[in-house]
């Protein structure tokens, strides 16, 4: 099914399954027991996005489908307010959740509607048979107010830009000695320059824009709702030694401005991705290496 864009969308949020009703998602008291830990893991699959080339940061589909098993139930509306490539979108149809995310770059939207498109014709060959919809739309998300209706968000999942991380030439630290010097090498790999982009401000900026964009999304969400947010810190190149930049305290810090209410931080496990190391710091400054892991943070829309 596809979708035309109206302002609102037409785009369905209500539960089509048969949980209880106080039940917040589908999942089993076995299943539940199996997400009480707050170190995550993710295991890359086929259909993700590893090229580069194609979007500079894009998070594996198991993040958001494990956000979106845990928050919302069979036919509910899922937001993704930085959409990308798409990855969210794809998680909602393995779930039959209904999903949009936006995205300001119109390359990255047309590629996560192609990415939906292909991925359900996969499923299901020339007839479709999904009654949820999933779908971008090329929008800042400062704007996204206009596209939905009030409490019909059943949870917003997203990775927004870090900052300006990208916004400096790549050193594939994390990567050993001669590989080091790849065809990313030394390349910025930013979004756009487009001034609304998030990626292109400082992180103090970024965080009070984010709070901005979250602050007209709060009444979209059904109350309790859940907000995921998943981002990392930085390390400035300052003086000899560097400096932490805590992205993570600083997008808290507008959330909660905002009027959302911090419920859990889990932390991102990625020692998978991060098995060719090269050695820095030694023997003077102990840094770790920040692409161990990322920060997880989930808010709700308090009661
Ligand atoms: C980290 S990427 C998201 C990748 C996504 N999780 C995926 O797997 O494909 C962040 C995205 O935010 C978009 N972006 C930056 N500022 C934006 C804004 N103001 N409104 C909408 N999208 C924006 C960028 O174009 C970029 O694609």
Known sequence: MSLEI???LKIGYERVCNCPPQHINCLTAKEWVQSQVAIWEFFYEKRDIRDKNIHPAVFPIGLPKRCIQLFTHEGELVLDPFVGVGTTLVAAFDLNRNAVGFDLK???????????????LD???EKPQASTIQIAVCDDAHNIPEYLQAETVSLAVTSPPYANMLNRPRLNKSIRGDLRRNQHFLKIQ???????????????????????????????LKPKAHSIINVTDLWWKEGKYGRRIPVHLYVIEEMEKAGYELRNIIIWD??????????????????????????????????
Do not use: C, H
């Open 6 to 8: 109206t302002k609102p």
């Open 190 to 220: 930013q979004y756009s320059n487009d001034p609304r982009d998030l990626g292109t401000m400082e992180p103090k900026k970024y965080a009070q824009v984010l709070g901005e964009i979250y602050k007209g999304i709060l009444p979209l």
């Open 106 to 120: 119109k390359e990255y939207v047309d590629f996560s509607n192609k990415r939906v498109a292909q991925v359900k």
């Open 123 to 125: 499923a299901y060959g």
């Open 270 to 303: 990625r020692r998978d991705v991060v098995n060719k190391v090269g050695i820095f710091g030694w023997p003077s400054n102990y840094i770790t290496l920040g692409t161990t892991f990322e920060y997880i943070l989930d808010f709700w829309r308090p009661p």
